[in-house]
């Protein structure tokens, strides 16, 4: 019996290094993008695979982070907000180092990680305190994560994490739902 076609996804926004979050070389062929939410027990579950990957794997992938706040965790919206203003303030490296703070700190499912330890967090990575809690309150990074959840949810991602593993030459695809380990993704 031979195994499944894998699940392709329709309409991926493009991978776009002035908007992504991307983690390993920008020139990669293969993309893995991770549609996710900070609260999300499975995101975190998945997390060291995709660190994984990336040792394993060097200059020939890309990760790219987009946000999949789910309703039902109810800090994982103002996280992700957050990220976008550690990245305002701090570039990508900021962004990364914050996401993996937040990742590592969370007891996920809602409220894992105390939204007013978000400027604390910010802090602890090096930036600056009054300018993250000034971004972080304004909300101006809404649209940005509503946007990204739209492109997810029109590549057919459903839950979190969404992954999607793409040939950025060849557009060609497979939707890897779930904290699938290493296996599946290689």
Not at 78 to 83: D, L, Q, S
Not at 98 to 110: H, L, M
């Given at each position: 019996q031979r195994p499944a076609e894998p699940e392709v996804a329709q309409n991926v926004p493009p991978v776009d290094p002035q908007k992504d979050h991307i983690r390993g070389n920008q020139n990669a062929t293969v993309a893995i993008i991770e549609y996710s939410d900070f609260e999300c027990p499975f995101c975190k579950r998945v997390h060291p695979t995709y660190q994984q990957i990336m040792?394993?794997?060097?200059?020939?992938?890309?990760?790219?982070?987009?946000?999949?706040?789910?309703?039902?965790?109810?800090?994982?919206?103002?996280?992700?907000?957050?990220?976008?203003?550690?990245?305002?303030?701090?570039?990508?490296?900021?962004?990364?180092?914050?996401?993996?703070?937040?990742?590592?700190?969370?007891?996920?499912?809602?409220?894992?990680?105390?939204?007013?330890?978000?400027?604390?967090l910010a802090k602890e990575i090096g930036l600056d305190e009054t300018k993250f809690k000034s971004c972080l309150d304004s909300g101006k990074y809404a649209q940005h994560v509503k946007d990204d959840m739209d492109g997810g949810s029109k590549a057919g991602v459903s839950g979190t994490p969404g992954n999607i593993v793409i040939n950025v030459k060849t557009q060609k695809n497979s939707i890897i739902s779930g904290a699938q380990p290493f296996e599946n993704f290689k």
């Open positions: 040792k394993e794997y060097g200059n020939k992938v890309m990760w790219v982070y987009r946000h999949y706040p789910l309703a039902f965790h109810q800090n994982a919206q103002k996280e992700a907000e957050a990220t976008e203003c550690a990245n305002e303030l701090g570039g990508n490296d900021a962004f990364w180092k914050f996401a993996d703070g937040i990742v590592e700190k969370t007891t996920s499912n809602g409220t894992g990680f105390p939204l007013d330890q978000l400027p604390v």
